[in-house]
Structures are given as structure tokens and as C-alpha cells.
């Protein structure tokens, strides 16, 4: 996790705390103090964010009932910064971003395996317990 993420969380949570006293009264200097300060929080940085890896030029399903599909994603950190059209991402577009053609390939969202066989994971959980007590006995 970068450092600027978590000093902006660690701002914002203290200009939530700060505002609990006067979510009510909207008169006071503190009030009007606060409201300044969550515009400064939540404004954009003079940097930009960038894509690391622009995926384009495929059939990108969402999982989203408003936009069931995409042809293109924009990636900064492992992150997914933006899903749309190409001229909707472009924007994220940076010296470094690398961009991958999909020639129509199809990308899904990634699949979880939440099976398991009876016996090795038996042995898995065995195991876990064995770890567990003889490190906190």
C-alpha cells in the first residue's frame, strides 16, 4: 500500500471525526473549518494517477448490470481505475503505461475455487491445529 493512501485515509478519518460534533450546526467557524478541509482531502493531487497496463480492443465482461461489458481497462497498482471504451481510459494514458491488445479475446473476472477433497483437506486443517498448539500452548 503506498504512503500517500494511507495518509489521505488517515486525514479523512480524522475530518470524520473532528465533524461528528457538528454535523447539526452549520454556523460555526469550526463548521465552515471542516468543510475546507474535506474539499482540500478529496481533491485531485497535481499528479495525476496513471495506468500501469492499458487492456484494450477485447470483450471484457463486468459483472455490472449497467455495463454488462467493455472493451478496454485501465490498471494503476493492481488496481482496476477505469472500464470502458477505449477513449474512456485514454485519458490514463501514461509515459510508462503498457498496452496489451486483446484482439477480441474475452477476460472474465477471476474465478475463486472453493472446492476442496475430503481427505487432504482433513490434513490441511490437521495441520493448521497441529501449528497452532504447539505455538500457542
Known amino acids: 500500500m503506498n504512503l500517500s493512501v494511507i495518509v489521505s485515509a488517515t ?11 457538528i454535523l447539526n450546526n452549520t454556523s ?17 493531487s497535481s499528479r495525476e494517477v496513471k495506468a500501469d497496463l492499458i487492456i484494450k480492443n477485447g470483450v471484457i465482461f463486468t459483472s455490472d448490470a449497467s455495463l454488462p461489458f467493455a472493451d ?7 488496481w482496476i481505475l477505469r472500464v470502458g471504451n477505449y477513449s ?11 498496452e ?5 479475446k474475452v477476460v472474465v ?5 472453493s472446492h476442496v477433497h475430503l481427505i487432504y483437506g482433513g490434513l490441511q486443517v ?8 504447539v505455538l500457542f500452548c
Open 11 to 21: 486525514v479523512f478519518l480524522a475530518l470524520a471525526i473532528l465533524s461528528l460534533p
Open 28 to 44: 460555526t467557524p469550526q463548521h465552515w473549518l471542516n468543510v475546507g478541509l474535506w474539499k482540500l482531502a478529496s481533491s485531485k
Open 72 to 78: 478496454s481497462m485501465a490498471v494503476a497498482g493492481g
Open 88 to 98: 474512456s481510459v485514454q485519458d490514463l494514458v501514461g509515459n510508462e503505461t503498457k
Open 100 to 104: 496489451l491488445n486483446l484482439e477480441g
Open 109 to 113: 473476472p477471476g474465478f475463486i475455487d
Open 126 to 133: 490437521w495441520n493448521q491445529c497441529l501449528v497452532i498448539n
